[in-house]
Nanobody, 119 residues
Framework: QVQLVESGGGLVQAGGSLTLSCAAS????????MGWFRQVPGKQRELVAL???????DYADAMRGRFSIARNNSKNTVNLQMNNLKPEDTAEYYC?????????????WGRGTQVTVSA
């Protein structure tokens, strides 16, 4: 069983910063990708950023340059540094980990942490 536990959400004013953290535990392949998605009510969950075990990262265009993702493989953690936050960044943020087992993609989700950005 793989568990992902997020922390670090909260309320911040526009232009401010927050850091989200996610800790993974359980049994999973060391070759994996961890990342963050976000969702607002009534909309689909969308990609924020991903990073693989080699440290190669990717960002959604709207977050590129403002958000930074980093991971610690020895601790199985991934952080998301969010700068210059905007009201439209308000969402529930979910930690994600995916791996391949027998060529099939298996993914896991955290329960989410709320980020609210006030104007």
């Amino acid at each position: 069983q793989v568990q992902l536990v997020e922390s670090g959400g909260g309320l911040v004013q526009a232009g401010g910063s927050l850091t989200l953290s996610c800790a993974a535990s359980g049994s999973f392949n060391s070759l994996n990708t961890m990342g963050w998605f976000r969702q607002v009510p009534g909309k689909q969950r969308e990609l924020v950023a991903l990073i693989n075990q080699a440290g190669v990262s990717d960002y959604a265009d709207a977050m590129r340059g403002r958000f930074s993702i980093a991971r610690n493989n020895s601790k199985n953690t991934v952080n998301l540094q969010m700068n210059n936050l905007k009201p439209e960044d308000t969402a529930e943020y979910y930690c994600n980990l995916y791996e391949y087992r027998d060529s099939m993609k298996v993914e896991y989700w955290g329960r989410g942490t709320q980020v609210t950005v006030s104007a």
